[in-house]
């Protein structure tokens, strides 16, 4: 075992890794808040009238499922991690199974939510009248990219040209056609990243089910780790598909999540060794 050394204190590697561990789950905390902050501002100028009561999973879908999916981790650390097997039963076991049940039920909303955008973005209109006559009578945005609306003035509305515009079915938001089509591939791009995230914590909760069973073999761990592989393969495509198309909070907020449930994976790749290890020390 290697060891570093901080101020004469020597601090061995699996110190090191939970203080970067513990730093990752900080940071998707503090998304938790910048997703809020844009999801806000979004709202602001897709829900002109206000976000009503049963659109507010649409309007704030990703500070939503973001939060969700942090709680969600806690969970995953505790159980693979911080507490002992012994500790993981009776009220523990199913307060942990409440709070993840609620995660989960949020999460599945989340991803009804993303789905819905998706066909609400598909509803785009020809919009017949003039760009600028728009923007005079005011009240309408103009959409440049994902999550970036600005209002529609006389100003900016000569950027769009003589070019074909779209307006946005039940909105007074309009962009051009190539704007659209991107944003469109984003929300695409949402719904798969959130399909594979749901299949993938399917089959991290049914390898920790059957650790607590003691029933987590290396065979059947080796065909989760194939699953795992190809989940995490698509939503590593996902997150450089938005490094270059997205904005850079859902590349870094993506790239964190990867890094974090590498982290649960490496929890649940030490706690099935030592189980695995432990008839061996008691027969020896």
């Given at each position: 075992m290697?060891?570093?050394t901080?101020?004469?204190i020597?601090?061995?590697?699996?110190?090191?890794?939970?203080v970067?561990?513990?730093?990752?789950?900080?940071l998707?905390?503090?998304?938790?808040g910048?997703?809020?902050?844009?999801?806000?501002?979004?709202?602001a100028?897709?829900?002109?009238d206000?976000?009503?009561?049963?659109r507010?999973?649409?309007?704030?879908?990703?500070?939503?499922d973001?939060?969700?999916?942090?709680?969600?981790?806690?969970?995953?650390?505790?159980?693979?991690?911080?507490l002992?097997?012994h500790?993981?039963?009776?009220?523990?076991?199913?307060?942990l199974?409440?709070?993840?049940?609620?995660?989960?039920?949020?999460?599945?909303?989340?991803?009804?939510?993303?789905?819905?955008?998706?066909?609400?973005?598909?509803?785009?209109?020809?919009?017949?009248?003039?760009?600028?006559e728009?923007?005079?009578q005011?009240?309408?945005?103009?959409?440049?990219?994902a999550?970036?609306?600005?209002?529609?003035?006389?100003?900016?509305?000569?950027?769009?040209?003589?070019?074909?515009?779209?307006?946005?079915?039940?909105a007074?938001?309009?962009?051009?056609?190539d704007?659209?089509?991107?944003?469109?591939?984003?929300?695409?791009t949402?719904?798969?990243?959130?399909?594979?995230?749901?299949?993938?914590?399917?089959?991290l909760a049914f390898d920790?089910?059957?650790?607590?069973?003691?029933?987590?073999?290396?065979?059947i761990?080796?065909?989760?780790?194939?699953?795992k592989?190809?989940?995490?393969?698509t939503?590593?495509?996902?997150?450089?598909y938005?490094?270059?198309?997205?904005?850079?909070?859902?590349?870094?907020?993506?790239f964190?999540?990867?890094?974090?449930?590498?982290?649960?994976?490496?929890?649940?790749?030490?706690?099935q060794?030592?189980?695995?290890?432990?008839?061996?020390?008691q027969?020896?």
């Amino acid at each position: 075992m290697s060891d570093a050394t901080t101020a004469g204190i020597p601090i061995d590697r699996y110190t090191l890794f939970r203080v970067f561990k513990y730093t990752v789950y900080l940071l998707l905390v503090f998304n938790v808040g910048a997703f809020f902050l844009e999801n806000h501002a979004v709202a602001a100028a897709v829900f002109a009238d206000g976000v009503q009561p049963g659109r507010v999973i649409e309007a704030y879908n990703d500070s939503i499922d973001t939060l969700a999916w942090v709680i969600l981790l806690l969970v995953f650390e505790l159980e693979t991690f911080v507490l002992p097997d012994h500790k993981l039963r009776g009220g523990v076991k199913w307060s942990l199974n409440a709070i993840s049940a609620v995660c989960y039920l949020f999460i599945v909303y989340s991803f009804y939510g993303y789905v819905v955008e998706m066909i609400s973005l598909g509803q785009l209109l020809p919009n017949l009248q003039p760009v600028c006559e728009l923007a005079a009578q005011g009240g309408w945005s103009l959409v440049q990219g994902a999550d970036d609306y600005v209002a529609l003035t006389t100003a900016n509305c000569a950027a769009l040209g003589s070019g074909e515009t779209l307006r946005l079915a039940g909105a007074q938001v309009l962009g051009s056609v190539d704007s659209w089509h991107s944003i469109q591939r984003l929300a695409w791009t949402d719904v798969i990243n959130a399909g594979a995230w749901l299949l993938l914590v399917a089959v991290l909760a049914f390898d920790v089910w059957l650790q607590l069973r003691h029933e987590l073999s290396n065979r059947i761990m080796h065909y989760s780790r194939m699953i795992k592989a190809s989940l995490y393969f698509t939503l590593l495509l996902c997150a450089l598909y938005w490094g270059i198309s997205g904005t850079f909070l859902d590349f870094w907020d993506a790239f964190l999540w990867l890094v974090a449930f590498f982290c649960i994976e490496m929890n649940l790749f030490q706690w099935q060794a030592e189980t695995g290890a432990e008839p061996a020390v008691q027969t020896g």
